[in-house]
């Protein structure tokens, strides 16, 4: 099953240099979830600090999970929210 996680860095509480520390760990773990087939895309978002991610996973436990395996996670530094998907009904 596909889901859409949405984050959003908490820039109002953290500063970009306390960002900043974690964001090799915070890309390393994100390649490693693309590698092993978790998270199918990943893209900035344009709007703030954050990404849009299309992940692959059992069930929304799993998927928040995988997304709250990243580093800024972990640390709150991001709010997630965690969107399932359903096939689009034109292509039913």
Known sequence: MQFIAITRRRIERFSEAEIAEHLGAEGARAKALYAEGVFRSINSRGDTPGAV??????????????????????LEMMDIEVIPLLPYRGFV
């Open 53 to 74: 991610i299309v992940v692959e996973a059992a069930d929304p436990a799993a998927a928040r999970a995988a997304v709250e395996s990243l580093p800024l996670a972990r």
